[in-house]
């Protein structure tokens, strides 16, 4: 059983440019958060998709925007790229509507130069 | 979702019982205690959660106080391998949203 793939792994961008991340689920979960995670920190909330909608959002611009397909995979987009933008981009993935815990994946590096 | 309050660091023998607390003072009563760890490079791992009893599962155990105000994760035996960053997340149960507010965690780390 596949658990949460993110690709790529690493990915080098310059600023003003736009990046999209890609995530798959594990298997027999709907929904997908995102979150982004700076050098030392802890991870910090993006959004959440849920039946292909938007179901919460963090604190974060609207350079920021994703998607979930039918098959509950998911994309992160990026626009307008600041180096603040550098960080580790980690996707998670649970069953919706229930208190269960979610599964990460390893993460897409993102590195704007 | 309540804040929490970790240890910055900790040290841990290897072979021996790493407690790790963490205290939610404002907690409320939907709210369960979760916790995840974080090894370099990695994506968090789900730990385990609970609610006011005490928890156990194949890699920890989750002992809650009984005003609920604070939570210590129990892992048994130490090895290297449990070196990380250990994360104590307080969410609101039910059909609640997956969201997981991260502070900045303990970092354990476990000495030969």
């Known amino acids: 059983d596949a658990g949460v793939t993110q690709s790529p792994t690493h990915l080098i961008k310059t600023r003003g440019q736009q990046v999209t991340l890609r995530c798959s689920p594990k298997?027999?979960?709907?929904?997908v958060s995102w979150y982004q995670q700076a050098l030392g920190q802890g991870p910090q909330f993006i959004f959440q998709y849920y039946e292909e909608e938007e179901r919460q959002r963090g604190n974060f611009p609207d350079r920021f925007s994703g998607h979930q397909f039918p098959n509950y995979s998911s994309e992160l987009n990026v626009n307008a790229l600041l180096l603040g933008d550098s960080a580790l981009y980690l996707c998670a993935s649970s069953l919706g509507g229930h208190n269960t815990e979610a599964f990460f994946g390893q993460g897409t590096r993102l590195t704007v130069v | 979702d309540a804040k929490t309050t970790q240890p910055t660091s900790m040290d841990c023998a290897e072979g021996r019982a790493a407690n790790l607390p963490c205290n939610h003072s404002t907690i409320s009563g939907n709210e369960y205690v979760y916790w995840y760890r974080q090894i370099h490079s990695q994506g968090p791992q789900y730990i385990i959660h609970?609610?006011?009893n005490n928890e156990t599962n194949e890699m920890a155990s989750l002992i809650i106080t009984e005003d609920r105000k604070s939570s210590t994760l129990i892992l048994p035996h130490a090895t290297l391998r449990d070196t990380a960053v250990y994360y104590c997340i307080v969410r609101a149960g039910g059909t609640s949203y997956g969201k997981l507010t991260f502070g900045q965690g303990t970092i354990l780390t476990v000495h030969p």
């Open positions: 609970g609610l006011k």
């Open positions: 298997s027999g979960h709907d929904t």
